[in-house]
């Protein structure tokens, strides 16, 4: 289950209900309309932000999904897995676009780049507008997560 807290008065908004097992990974698109989450149980579900009903639940990972990210204009999700993959699917339509494979563990941590066009995750870079790359330029050890800040 995930609660949705209102942070200046510290009261709950509401409880968005549908999960049988963990939930590891939440993200709010950036029109703050959706809200994606990830979760033990190999699927993705986006909701309503402001309802909390639940739009469509996106299946195609094998293993937990352990992280989500929406695209900088809200049009593209990104999700990492347990799988050692990462799935870019259609914001709106729900639909995989592209899997990223090859990865040698498991992807708990994607970012998108302020201009969305490369994608951060714990063991290096992708340059998305590459559509025969698959694997990261970089490769870093024991990173965890992955924030991009613009300055």
């Given at each position: 289950m995930i609660k949705l807290w209102d942070v200046a008065t510290g009261s709950l908004q509401r409880t968005l209900k549908g999960y049988s097992s963990y939930v590891c990974s939440v993200a709010f698109s950036p029109d703050v309309i959706q809200?994606?989450?990830?979760?033990?149980?190999?699927?993705?579900?986006?909701?309503?932000?402001?309802?909390?009903?639940?739009?469509?639940?996106l299946e195609g990972h094998s293993y937990s999904?352990?992280?989500v990210t929406f695209s900088?204009?809200?049009?593209?999700?990104?999700?990492?897995?347990?799988?050692?993959?990462i799935k870019l699917w259609d914001a709106a339509t729900g639909s995989l676009q592209r899997t990223l494979e090859g990865y040698l563990s498991?992807?708990?941590?994607?970012?998108?780049?302020?201009?969305g066009t490369h994608l951060?995750?714990?063991?290096?870079?992708?340059?998305?507008e590459d559509d025969t790359t698959n694997a990261p330029s970089l490769h870093y050890k024991h990173m965890y997560r992955v924030i991009i800040k613009e300055d």
């Open positions: 809200l994606a989450s990830g979760s033990n149980n190999k699927t993705i579900k986006l909701w309503e932000a402001a309802t909390g009903s639940l739009q469509r639940m999904v352990d992280s900088p204009d809200g049009i593209k999700l990104a999700s990492g897995s347990t799988d050692s993959t498991r992807v708990r941590s994607v970012a998108f780049s302020p201009d951060e995750m714990e063991s290096g870079v992708i340059n998305l």
